[in-house]
């Protein structure tokens, strides 16, 4: 993740992180579902205190632009990245039909890929 903290800034380190991470989610470079770094390796990789970065992600879930679920990690919401809401509902009825059908990941991704390339 591109995230660089200006120490010299006025802007407190944990508004960089959060600032930097809203951004990359508007502008699509972090999609709906894609999972960030753990709290601990993302402050090590900035140099910062664990405390910091877990602020932002904390203020982040409060603004609803991530989802915070356990081990499985803080994932960045559909609203976060400019998903419209139906498309994400779509999504999640399409993923909950393809696992009841018995499909892998793999395969249901495979066959959307596949339809938007070649549309019936």
Do not use: F, W
Request: aromatic share 2%.
């Amino acid at each position: 993740m591109d995230i660089i903290i200006d120490p010299a800034s006025p802007v407190p380190p944990y508004e960089q992180v959060r600032l930097r991470i809203a951004a990359l989610a508007a502008d699509g470079t972090l999609a709906a579902g894609t999972r960030l770094p753990p709290v601990r390796h993302l402050a090590a990789d900035l140099g910062l205190a664990v405390n910091t970065v877990a602020r932002a992600y904390r203020e982040l879930e409060q603004a609803g632009l991530v989802e915070t679920h356990g081990r499985a990690g803080t994932l960045v919401t559909a609203a976060a990245a400019g998903t419209p809401t139906a498309a994400a509902a779509a999504a999640q009825r399409y993923a909950d039909e393809t696992k009841s059908l018995g499909l892998t990941p793999e395969a249901a991704l495979a066959l959307v890929q596949a339809v938007l390339r070649h549309p019936c």
